[in-house]
């Protein structure tokens, strides 16, 4: 198997952005760090590290490495890791 590859950049890293979320019986992972120099917490933002239900309006894919938008890139990747799958059980 051959790792996502960003067609602007060729990193094999990206994000994917859930927005407009409704969640059930979820967990949220916050981890804060001391900024040394703002001399107070900063916040990497809050993960949901479990849920029973996700349900996103919207989704976008971005490139971890340039922060280009790679949506469909990472939507045909998904695709053909799904495809032999299909095909095998045909």
């Given at each position: 198997?051959q790792?996502?590859t960003?067609?602007?950049?060729?990193?094999?890293?990206?994000?994917?952005?859930?927005?407009?979320?409704?969640?059930?019986?979820?967990?949220?992972?916050?981890?804060?760090?001391?900024?040394?120099?703002?001399?107070?917490?900063?916040?990497?933002?809050?993960?949901?590290?479990?849920?029973?239900?996700?349900?996103?309006?919207?989704?976008?894919?971005?490139?971890?490495?340039?922060?280009?938008?790679?949506?469909?890139?990472?939507?045909?990747?998904?695709?053909?890791?799904?495809?032999?799958?299909?095909?095998?059980?045909?």
């Amino acid at each position: 198997m051959q790792p996502f590859t960003c067609p602007h950049c060729g990193s094999h890293a990206y994000t994917i952005v859930l927005s407009g979320c409704s969640l059930s019986n979820a967990t949220l992972h916050e981890t804060f760090q001391w900024n040394e120099q703002e001399q107070e917490y900063a916040s990497s933002g809050t993960v949901v590290a479990d849920a029973e239900e996700l349900t996103p309006q919207d989704s976008e894919a971005l490139c971890a490495e340039c922060e280009k938008d790679v949506t469909d890139a990472v939507a045909a990747y998904e695709a053909s890791l799904a495809a032999p799958e299909d095909a095998a059980g045909a």
